[in-house]
């Protein structure tokens, strides 16, 4: 079992950025692929990104590429999400999930925190 909590959410300004975390307990993340998703208002929860085993490759979604950066220390069982220009349409909740396989997928990350709230308004 792996315990996942995340932190780091808030209210920023457009423009603005954020560093989400994501701590892991109960087993090293070095077995996971680790990625993040995100739910808006009203929206279907969506993939922003996932980093290998290793941290050697990464992929995002698209509306997010070129603006965040998902790393990982597998030492610290912690990985983040850095968030840049942030525009109102990424206010959502960003959850934390662990996979044993190479995903985008929601439905294949087997463990999920419970989420820290992005908002984003003037």
């Known amino acids: 079992q792996v315990q996942l909590v995340e932190s780091g959410g808030g209210l920023v300004q457009p423009g603005g950025s954020l560093r989400l975390s994501c701590v892991a307990s109960g087993r090293t993340i070095k077995y996971y692929v680790m990625g993040w998703f995100r739910q808006g208002p009203e929206k279907e929860r969506e993939f922003v990104a996932a980093v290998t085993w290793s941290g050697a490759k990464t992929v995002y979604g698209d509306s997010m590429k070129g603006r965040f950066t998902l790393s990982r220390d597998n030492d610290k069982n912690t990985v983040y999400l850095q968030m840049n220009s942030l525009t109102p349409e990424d206010t959502a909740v960003y959850y934390c999930?662990?996979?044993?396989?190479?995903?985008?997928?929601?439905?294949?990350?087997?463990?999920w925190g419970q989420g820290t709230q992005v908002t984003v308004s003037p």
């Open positions: 999930a662990a996979s044993t396989a190479w995903t985008m997928k929601e439905n294949e990350y087997e463990y």
